[in-house]
């Protein structure tokens, strides 16, 4: 039986500041942002993209993921807290980002990019699609090295199963009703769980990145690549849910989905409206 490593989320010291794995995720996935642009503006693909507009699309993006992110946690996940603790909403150290919330302030971003430099909004996004999915896998995998957002709990000795010392608490809380995940508990001392951070990385990240940069390598009509993305990371995410747990405040909501599959079907639905659309437009 697998046991998490236990990784130091600091990645290294400079002097008193320590750099952690996570924020320098998301600094790779900025690097990575920037190079794939240039190398995309490179091959002329999207006529009339400079490289120079590439680190203000990137200021854009960044702030429309932070505040997108932040209030995305905060409307669709603890509302009612939240309410009453308006305060907590600026106190983004103690974590607490969507991914939903960040995707809809980065299409804002891309509404007020638009308007800067005169370009159309599904222009932008399409540009876009296949630049993000690196930086989304990179910080699932900082998610794997701090050891949060474990799956659920999988079968004892299967070799994907992984026992997370952060989850004991969880793990407990399973056990006290069910003997046999109680024994489980008392032999291992915690529960198998599924690897959920590094299937999203392999999802979300690598075969999202691999299929849109590949679909994108060829001219298509506007508002294709855009749809691709909607439908690859839905449906990828919908998928990989099933091996999360879900957060512990909400559980599982109806037809037992969790706030990550329903969060999801709308990105699906409008994937394929989108595609629908832009097929039936001129080149």
């Known amino acids: 039986m697998l046991t998490h490593p236990q990784f130091n989320p600091v990645a290294f010291q400079i002097g008193s500041f320590g750099v952690h794995w996570y924020g320098l995720m998301y600094l790779l996935g900025f690097v990575g942002f ?15 993209w400079k490289a120079e ?8 993006g960044v702030l429309g993921v932070i505040l997108g992110g932040r209030f995305g946690y905060v409307f669709f996940y603890k ?6 603790h308006l305060l907590d909403i600026f106190k983004v150290w103690q974590g607490g980002m969507a991914f939903h919330g960040g995707f809809l302030g980065v299409l804002i971003a891309a509404l007020l990019f638009g ?13 876009v699609a296949p630049l993000v999915p690196i930086g989304l896998g990179l910080g699932r995998l900082g998610n794997f090295i701090n050891g949060e957002l474990w799956g659920r709990v999988t079968t004892p000795g299967a070799f994907w199963g992984m026992i997370f010392p952060q989850a004991h608490n969880a793990d407990v809380l399973l056990a006290e009703n069910n003997p046999e ?3 489980i508990l008392n032999q291992y001392g ?3 769980r599924h690897m959920s951070q590094l299937y999203q990385f392999a999802l979300e990240g690598v075969l999202l990145f691999i299929i849109l940069w590949l679909y994108s390598s060829k001219p298509r009509k506007t508002g294709q690549v855009s749809a691709v993305f909607l439908l690859g990371y839905g449906c990828f995410r919908f998928l990989a849910e099933f091996a999360r747990e879900p957060d512990d405040f909400l559980g599982l909501l109806a037809m037992n989905f969790s706030m990550g599959q329903w969060l999801s079907l709308p990105m699906i639905l409008l994937g394929l409206h989108l595609l629908w ?4 437009r001129e080149k």
């Open 34 to 48: 920037l190079s794939l642009g240039r190398l995309r503006i490179k091959q002329g693909l999207y006529p009339g």
């Open 53 to 60: 507009e590439l680190d203000d699309l990137l200021f854009y």
């Open 79 to 84: 509302p009612d807290y939240y309410l009453d």
């Open 115 to 127: 308007r800067k430099t005169g370009r159309r909004f599904f222009q932008i996004t399409d540009f």
């Open 181 to 183: 995940l109680a024994t």
């Open 190 to 192: 915690g529960l198998p």
């Open 277 to 280: 659309w832009s097929s039936r």
